[in-house]
Each structure stands twice: as structure tokens, then as C-alpha cells.
């Protein structure tokens, strides 16, 4: 049986909208997948923010990206990607080097020691993904992903 997030927070008034519950709804189910990846990733020394970088730069291959396109890339909105660089770079997961004229342009790219982690941490992302979605079949998730689509069409 599903739980009801009312229920879940021991609210007793109802919500103010279905557009209300619906919105809290995808917060706190956020929430709680942000706190199993934080969770899952925290042996290994890195967040989700992290992860991600490595996910994005494995895919953008051996051209890297510069900060902007990275940035641009991140799931989730990062307000100093450049700070955020510095610490992965400082831990030898990424390396940055100017190669054009324009100075202000530092593509970054994965080190070896990033590409290992990012590759090492495909199973057990896909393990976690079956633990925390696997129990709805390919339809739900199929209509998930529909919904949580169309839902951004607007923002």
C-alpha cells in the first residue's frame, strides 16, 4: 500500500491543492533519493553533486567541457561549479588546462583516477536505482518519467 504523505509528515489538515500535494510530494520523494545517493556515494568520498561531474565529463570524453557547459549540464542548479572543480581536482578526479588563446577558456576533463571511480560506481548506481525504483514495473516508470516531463514543461 503506498504512503500517504499526510500521513508520512502526521499532517492533519489537508493539503491546499492537488497542485500542493503534488509539489510536496516530489520534494520530500527528492529528498529522501537524495539522501540514499548521498548515502551510497559517501564511502567513496564524494556527493551526488560529484557523481555527476564524473557522469557528465565520461560522457563529453576526451574533449572535457569548460566550466559553463558543465554547469550547465548538473541536474541540479550549482552556484560555484568552479569551487567545486577545485576540490575534485585537489583529490586527482579531474584535471583543467587552458588550450586556446582565450585564457578565460580551462576545459576539464576526467583524470584516470576519476574515470576508475565513475566506472566502478556504475553497478552499484544501478543497484541502488533497482532498490529505490525497482518495485514499480516498466509501465509506472514509463509514466513516471512522462509526467515528471510534461510537470517541467513550464519551469
Known sequence: ?????????RQRKPFDSLQQEAHLNLVRTFALLQDAFEQLFKP????????????ILRGAELGGLCRNELRDRLLTRMPDVTRLLDRMEEVGLVERAR???????????????????????????????QRTLGHLNKTQLASLVALLSLAREKL
Open 1 to 9: 500500500m503506498p504512503t500517504d504523505l499526510r500521513s508520512e509528515l
Open 44 to 55: 567513496y568520498g564524494i556527493s551526488n553533486t560529484q557523481y555527476n561531474v564524473l557522469r
Open 99 to 129: 588550450e586556446s588563446t582565450d585564457r578565460r577558456q580551462v576545459t576539464t576533463r576526467l583524470t584516470k583516477q576519476g574515470r576508475r571511480l565513475v566506472d566502478e560506481l556504475d553497478e552499484v548506481v544501478a543497484a541502488e536505482h
